[in-house]
């Protein structure tokens, strides 16, 4: 979704600006401009509906120079795609230049009254009215228009301001969309994303909601709503670029798609430990465990699938009940939850709009709240609290369609359902003992399961131009299917659905004819019985069935199918994490078969921040 920079320093603004944007660029984007002070104390801006490329060649035919500026990459949300609506927006004298992430919800009636008090809006965005407004509060100093124009802006931004009376500074302010602020060397710098900053700084300052912050040659200044100074610890980013650039590969996805089994490691190895029962990295005592009554796990997209293998693998392992839930669902249904019940958000980034809302109701109504999150620092992390995250260790994620951050979210989930089942004595010593040593060899496994990308890409040729996809399973093979269609309909733009096997009958076999493609998941063996008298319904009509499925199930499952993707043994809770990759190099390889920008698809942003 959108991406902001900022910059003021002793360079040229220009090139800086762009290249952060090009870090930004895989959020997701329809157009992009940027705005820069020149020496006579005029901003310039030049935006481009489509690629960055298109800004760049109109910054080549129509170059602009200055020290000072801002830099986005829109995407629509208010009017659309095209080089008016891109942002920097200006007021009507183009003295103040605005960026914006977010949505201004009273946009409406502000446009109205500025309307009124002589202002003419060009564009049919949220954000110009911020330009507008700040125009008409500012009386000769931008941090007091700034903290005014806050106080009467409702809905979520990250902001980044600049304006020719003050022409060495760079003002940003932030509520609910993510902001992140360093300085080095007489630089500072601003971006929506860190990936942005990386190159320059790795010390950054994360602005809290209502937070403003005045950035110029001597440094940083961060101010509350009301005005007075703050301080704010520097956060120190650990990872390196390198981890987020495609160091050979394709693309991104197929990068972090290899980066699998050392994620898993790397996201199991802070929590193993030598001695049973030791579950010190979960904030959760055994007491506190056995009067657990319910636990809701809230998220959207690829983090919900994986809240719905942890709603299987909970309710097994520690006969608990559990709700998965999808987050835009449940901020608004008012939901019931109470004393002794646990609220788990899953979010990659920790920035998702509707998981942090939905994360807000649950506190609101007095939950006890923890997340699962991959972004040390984002919001989501923050609000519950460093010792209430439970870190994915998946590293950055750059495609749009996440992979290696689902596969440790479900990791973390199996992970909690054997430390709760121990706790709540559900589950027998020799199983844990078992299930945690047996995690130990899942990442070598993964390794094993990847060679199956050649399999994939001949069986991909072969299939590309398919219209519709089923993918069907049973347990959690039907949640593994879930994640499976998505992923194929994300960046193949085929229509996939997946459907509980045992559901087939119930409506989609209608659709079943021969040429049909339908991608089973079979890991469970005490499933699979029931699963092959469904498939069986399904060839019965013509169509074409792939299975996923476990080495030592094949035998029994080679003539109910027309091919088989194998993958290593492993235990029936583990099986599915080793099936979700071929599912996934399934997906790319239709993807890049059909000719698809795999990192980028359209219409999807990397990190929705807005409802
Ligand atoms: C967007 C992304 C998905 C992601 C979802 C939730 O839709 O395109 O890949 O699964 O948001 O994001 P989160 O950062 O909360 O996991």
């Known amino acids: 979704m959108c991406g902001i920079v900022g910059y003021i320093g002793q360079r040229e603004a220009a090139p800086i600006l762009m290249d952060g944007l090009d870090k930004l660029s895989y959020r997701g984007y329809d157009s992009a401009g940027i705005a820069v002070i020149d020496g006579t104390n ?29 830099g986005h990459t829109r995407w629509a949300t208010h009017g659309e795609p095209s080089d008016i609506n891109a942002h920097p927006h200006t007021d009507v004298k183009g003295g103040i230049a605005v960026v914006h992430n977010g949505i201004i919800e009273n946009h409406e009636s502000l446009r109205n009254f500025l309307t009124a008090e002589g202002a003419v809006f060009i564009s049919q965005t949220d954000t110009e009215v911020i330009a507008h407004l700040l125009n008409h509060l500012y009386k000769g100093n931008m941090k007091q228009a700034l903290l005014r124009a806050i106080s009467m802006l409702e809905g979520s931004y990250a902001l980044g301001v600049v304006c020719d009376e003050e022409p060495g500074v760079l003002y940003c302010a932030r509520n609910d969309s993510p902001l992140v602020i360093g300085e080095k060397d007489g630089e500072c710098f601003a971006a929506s994303d860190i990936p942005a900053l990386l190159s320059h700084t790795r010390d950054v300052i994360f602005l809290k909601d209502k937070e403003i912050a005045r950035l110029d040659k001597s440094g940083i200044s961060v101010y509350d709503a009301y005005g007075t100074p703050c301080q704010h610890p520097l956060f120190h980013v650990d990872w390196d670029i390198s981890s987020a650039e495609k160091g050979g590969y394709a693309h991104y996805m197929l990068k972090e798609i290899h980066e699998q089994p050392e994620a898993l490691q790397k996201t199991y190895a802070p929590r193993r430990s030598q001695n049973p029962g030791d579950y010190a990295w979960l904030p959760i005592s055994p007491e506190d465990a056995r009067n657990l009554r319910k636990i809701s796990i809230v998220a959207c997209g690829t983090a919900y699938h994986a809240g719905i293998v942890g709603k299987y693998a909970i309710e097994r392992l520690a006969r608990l009940p559990v709700e998965a839930e999808i987050a835009s669902e449940y901020r608004y249904r008012d939901p019931i939850i109470g004393e002794n019940e646990l609220f788990i958000a899953v979010s990659q980034s920790g920035e998702t709009a509707d998981t942090l809302a939905a994360l807000r109701e649950a506190k609101r109504r007095g ?14 992390a923050r609000e519950v609290g460093d010792a209430n995250t439970l870190y994915t260790y998946a590293g950055p994620e750059i495609a749009v369609a996440s992979t290696k951050a689902y596969m440790t979210q479900a990791e973390v989930m199996l992970l909690l359902a054997i430390a709760l089942g121990d706790m709540r004595g559900t589950l027998p010593r020799e199983r844990v003992d078992a299930l945690l040593e047996e995690l130990v060899t899942l990442p070598k496994k993964a390794e094993e399961v990847l060679k199956t990308e050649e399999h994939l890409q001949r069986f991909a040729s072969t299939a590309s131009q398919k ?29 996939s659905e997946a459907y509980a096997a045992g559901e087939l009958k119930h409506g989609p076999i209608a659709l079943l004819q021969p040429g049909r493609l339908v991608v089973a998941t079979i890991t469970q063996p005490s499933l699979l019985d029931k699963t092959l008298s469904n498939l069986r319904e399904v060839t019965a009509r013509g169509a074409r069935v792939v299975a996923i499925c476990r080495e030592s199930l094949q035998d029994k499952v080679r003539d109910s199918v027309e091919e088989i993707i194998a993958i290593p043994d492993a235990d029936d809770l583990f099986a599915p994490l080793l099936a979700v990759i071929p599912l996934q190099l399934f997906a790319y390889c239709m993807a890049v078969a059909r000719g698809c920008d795999v990192d980028k698809p359209r219409n999807l942003a990397k990190s929705v921040t807005v409802e």
């Open 42 to 70: 005029k901003i310039n801006v030049r935006k481009a509906k489509g690629k960055l490329e298109n800004l760049v060649n109109l910054l080549e035919t129509s170059p602009i120079t200055g020290c000072v500026g801002i």
């Open 367 to 380: 939950a006890r709240v923890m997340a699962v999150c991959n972004v040390v620092g984002s919001t989501i």
């Open 467 to 495: 219209k519709h996809v089923f993918f069907v399973g049973r347990g959690l093979d039907y949640a593994l299917s879930m994640e499976a269609a998505l992923k194929l309909k994300e960046v193949s733009y085929i229509f």
